[in-house]
């Protein structure tokens, strides 16, 4: 999401079987607690799977993040501390990594 100053305040992600506005509007319209009428939804990438969309989340969120972007983004998107979860967590990554290879 931006800021009324174009400013990435936000990284998500959003999943719906119709496009990806339906997607995005959908979860902005269950409610969102980032959400407010000041800042503006985008739509800045897709991915194909679920595992390859919260690898993307995480990517974005940390590019935005090492680009000065002021996120109020509470929490990591994926888990890096026990083991188990961490692994889960890089082959996320990885997930989106070869879905952006292969566009």
């Known amino acids: 999401m931006k800021d009324a100053d174009d400013n990435v305040v936000y990284v998500g992600k959003a999943s719906y079987k119709g ?3 339906q997607a995005l509007d959908r ?13 503006k939804p985008e739509i800045i990438d ?10 993307a ?6 590019a935005y993040e090492k680009q000065g972007a002021k996120l109020t983004n509470k929490e990591e998107a994926l888990d ?6 961490r692994d889960k967590s890089i082959t996320k990554m990885k997930k989106f990594l070869e879905d952006l290879d292969s566009k």
């Open 19 to 21: 496009t990806p506005q």
């Open 27 to 39: 979860r902005i319209s269950r409610g969102h607690d980032h959400y407010s009428p000041d800042v």
């Open 57 to 62: 989340e995480e990517f974005f969120k940390q």
């Open 80 to 85: 890096m501390g026990r083991k188990s979860r």
């Open 46 to 55: 897709t991915q194909s799977n679920k595992a390859a969309n919260a690898g």
